[in-house]
């Protein structure tokens, strides 16, 4: 936008003091981008559904739960470098078209497993490894995809709108998931590759503007770039880490099929909704944003809504109520929403374009170790001492690390306005 056009210095006052419409929406290319994420999410959930429930009713072990988390997160931890150096290197679109490709493969085999009646766990860590490996590929590259598709000042609202697609889709992920179960997990897996395959399809059909993808060599020095740029940006480290340790304790996700059979004894279809809770929660409270966006006290804002995060879990661990329980994942999920908002915001915008990929490439493993990787400790700790304590304590580490990090990252909670995205 030049300096000297005042009508589109005058659009851009009044979009950040709205801060809401459907200005990114207007574009084209993120169109195809916002239901591409919507349809790869909502199959990604319905997957996750069928197999964890599939897996605990085949074994009844929460240990085997934890371990197609791990078999999730390993690519994103070893090949985290490598990832994000592709997603700066290459064209995005192309390889978030390959991923999908691979993902809807794991999707058939899930389908052949279901059918043939496998009943050992290993095929199925098998595949979640594999699926694993095209996630870790595809996170980088997809999430460095919108600041190309929108100009500068509609990015917050593309992170807004982006965020209620996605999390409209991890609504109807699980539901879905949880009622076509009746139908047997052939059925979910069957649908979810039909989402995979769609969404590569529509992938290419998107056109990015110019992007500054790296010319550099690969070597040791350009690959940990990424790791270098957010060891030396404390609000980096600090906003990353804080998602890690937080999610990573206190997260319950891989621990619903547990509570949904033995605990609350609601069934598939009642483990659909516990997994939609939680982004019930966000996607009401980013409508809320996409009306009264957060301007000031950022930093704050972030510190707040994980301690509530923390907090909703604790209740969640010690409910024996169904409709408390609900009510606990949707705070669960309105706080992380927040918090996710806010990293979401940060990340992209202190980094130059050119180390985009290698930072979210890093950064996937922060989130993958959060999620997955979480997964795998509420399962081994729920093996050892059951899983209403994991959660609960886990919930109570949330807490703790809250106060942790407002010691040792002054610089996070300082942080009063979003920054601006460098060039």
Known sequence: MSPGDASAAAETGARKRLGIGVAALRHRDFQFFAIVSFLSTNATLMQAVALGWQVYDLTGSALNLGLIGLAEFLPALLLALITGHVADRFDRRIVCFLCYLLELVCAGLLVLFAVAGVASVWPYLAVALLFGIARAFVAPASRALPPTLVP???????????????DAAVIAGPLLGGYLYILGPQTVYGIAGAGFALSALLMLAIRPGPARLSSEPVSWGSVAAGIQLIRRTPVLLGAISLDLFAVLFGGATALLPVFAKDILQVGTEGLGHLRAAPAVGAVTMALVLAVWPIHRKVGRSMFACVAAFGAATVVFGLSTSFWLSLAALFVVGAADMVSVFIRVAIVPAVTPDNLRGRVLAVEQIFIGASNELGAFESGAVAALIGAVPTVVLGGLATLLIVALWLK????????????????
């Open 152 to 166: 500068d000042v509609d990015f917050p609202n593309a992170i807004v709108w982006g965020s209620i697609l996605w």
């Open 408 to 423: 040792l990252f002054p610089a996070l909670r300082d942080v009063d306005r979003f920054p601006v995205a460098p060039s």
